[in-house]
């Protein structure tokens, strides 16, 4: 069982350019979230892909979108990139069990994102 | 929204004891977990309360009283091993989301 992959590992990238990361689950979970840590803080929750659809947001704007494929995994699209966009982006997969009980999530290693 | 507060570093010596404190604001409590994050790498879970109570996991136990608003990591018998960011984080009632603190920072010396 290969675990959450991302990538690419790393990544820099100019303001106003675009970027594409990718994700794909573990083995059997249906559930992709995406979160973005700066250095020092915790991660914050971008939002959550079920069913291919967004199914929940945090507070990220427009700019921010993602896609989820019927395999399961999942892309995070960043466009009119800022300089404090600079962050390491970490996907987590879950399996669906419904908001009265919990799954654990599993988090890929990351993609380090670096805007010049 | 919810405020989530933690320590933001502790120094403990190796074989001894350690709690990090968490203390969360929610509109709706569903759920209080603790993920370990070593530098540069992807959060791990350890452990997560529903319930007021105890969990005990090994050398780590997780403590939660949901009337406070509190929850504690209680690492036993730490190792080098252990230094680590210590990350508390709540789930909100209806939400799929899981809100973070900062981190804890803990820096075992020998």
């Known amino acids: 069982d290969a675990g959450v992959t991302q990538s690419p590992t790393h990544l820099i990238k100019t303001r106003g350019q675009q970027v594409t990361l990718r994700c794909s689950p573990k083995?059997?979970?249906?559930?992709v979230s995406w979160y973005q840590q700066a250095l020092g803080q915790g991660p914050q929750f971008i939002f959550q892909?079920?069913?291919?659809?967004?199914?929940q947001r945090g507070n990220f704007p427009d700019r921010f979108s993602g896609h989820q494929f019927p395999n399961y995994s999942s892309e995070l699209n960043v466009n009119a990139l800022l300089l404090g966009d600079s962050a390491l982006y970490l996907c987590?997969?879950?399996?669906?069990?419904?908001?009265?009980?919990?799954?654990?999530?599993?988090f890929g290693p990351g993609t380090r994102l670096t805007v010049l | 929204g919810q405020n989530i507060d933690q320590p933001t570093e502790m120094t403990a010596t190796e074989g001894a004891i350690v709690q990090i404190n968490c203390t969360y604001q929610?509109?709706?409590?569903?759920?209080l977990f603790w993920y370990q994050q070593h530098a540069g790498e992807a959060p791990t879970f350890l452990s997560y309360?529903?319930?007021?109570g105890l969990e005990e996991k090994g050398r780590f136990s997780s403590f939660l009283s949901r009337s406070k608003g509190y929850s504690y990591l209680l690492l036993k018998e730490l190792q080098m091993k252990d230094s680590a960011s210590y990350l508390c984080?709540?789930?909100?009632?209806?939400?799929?989301?899981?809100?973070f603190g900062a981190g804890t920072r803990l820096t075992v010396k020998p």
């Open positions: 987590a997969s879950s399996l669906d069990v419904g908001r009265d009980s919990y799954n654990e999530q599993f």
């Open positions: 083995s059997g979970h249906d559930t």
């Open positions: 892909y079920y069913e291919e659809e967004e199914r």
């Open positions: 929610t509109s709706g409590f569903n759920g």
């Open positions: 309360n529903v319930l007021d």
């Open positions: 984080a709540v789930r909100e009632r209806n939400n799929n989301d899981m809100r």
